[in-house]
């Protein structure tokens, strides 16, 4: 089932015709359709991407224990902040995505990348914030059955979560147009891309994605226990050194948890990886065979009539 989401979650999200909007009978455009054209600006989906790759930076960041203050500052303390602020922006940035392209209709909540967000944003949103209140309200006789709760809300496991919004970036390359945007957007120079360079790219980025969330999960399951995984960074090395087959044996995983995700992660590193290279090679034979008509010209019959005439 992980295998399916990441798949699934992978896809770019597009508008169905249900969520196409009209203008309204003045002929103007409707608050719903401003707010949906202005969330699918490039410059919006631009600034959405950075932040999902500073948020999956900092949360990888804020394992390494050992980090320098900075101007005095606790980095940890500033990254926890960060984060929550990031948080909170993106739950406002889900509900008006919502809004926009599903008028709050349940059928909106079937998308693997709205899926996703609602497991990545929503849910720690809810237990940092709603579950402290109310063992605060109870007036601590009911941290017994907050307890389980608080402390799922702390862990590394559903922290690391947060990397699957990498996945969110897939909409840059769903095709040529779509990519052509973004760069209008960041001021680059617009380059001739091909299909296969996009393809070529998504399964960088679905291997990159399966090697994140995997060392997430390793990394939770050996912290505190295994002396050799002590950050996210030397579980990254170790899942890549692992779905890559090298193996050096320096470290290896030493809890039930860690076992089942290695043995999780090969499985799926076997259904994503040749899929991904499979749909890269044929993209790029695509591209050698354009080349190649290309080159050979167009084709020109002559006829030569009775007269010799041609």
Not at 87 to 116: C, E, S
Not at 139 to 146: I, K, M, R
Not at 166 to 175: A, C, E, H
Not at 282 to 302: E, F, H, I, N
Request: hydrophobic letters at 50%; zero cysteines.
């Amino acid at each position: 089932s992980f295998v399916v989401f990441v798949v699934a979650a992978a896809a770019a999200e597009k508008p169905t015709a249900r969520q196409r909007q009209k203008p309204n009978r003045t002929g103007k455009p409707n608050v719903r359709m401003r707010v949906f054209s202005f969330l699918n600006l490039p410059a919006v989906e631009v600034l959405s991407a950075s932040a999902v790759l500073l948020s999956s930076f900092l949360v990888a960041l804020d394992t390494i224990r050992t980090l320098p203050d900075v101007g005095g500052l606790d980095p940890h303390v500033a990254i926890a902040t960060v984060l929550d602020v990031m948080n909170v922006i993106f739950a406002i940035d889900f509900f008006v995505r919502w809004y926009a392209a599903g008028n709050f209709k349940p059928v909106y909540l079937r998308k693997p990348l709205v899926q996703l967000d609602i497991f990545v944003v929503l849910i720690p949103l809810f237990l940092a914030t709603l579950l402290p209140l109310l063992d605060r309200s109870s007036g601590g006789t009911g941290v017994g059955s907050l307890t389980p709760l608080l402390e799922l809300q702390n862990s590394a496991g559903l922290q690391n979560l947060l990397l699957l919004r990498i996945l969110r970036l897939s909409r840059v390359l769903t095709d040529i147009n779509t990519f052509t945007r973004f760069e209008m957007a960041l001021g680059l120079r617009l380059k001739d891309v091909r299909p296969y360079q996009l393809q070529l790219a998504r399964a960088f980025l679905s291997v990159f994605t399966l090697l994140s969330v995997a060392s997430g999960l390793i990394y939770s399951a050996e912290v505190g226990v295994n002396p050799d995984i002590t950050d996210y960074f030397t579980a990254f090395y170790f899942t890549l050194t692992t779905l890559t087959t090298v193996g050096f044996g320096d470290i290896a995983p030493v809890t039930a948890q860690g076992r089942l995700v290695v043995g999780v992660s090969i499985l799926a590193g076997i259904a994503v990886v040749p899929a991904q290279a499979a749909a890269s090679v044929d993209a790029l034979m695509d591209y050698q065979t354009d080349v190649k008509r290309k080159r050979g010209g167009p084709r020109v019959t002559v006829k030569v009539d009775g007269d010799g005439n041609v």
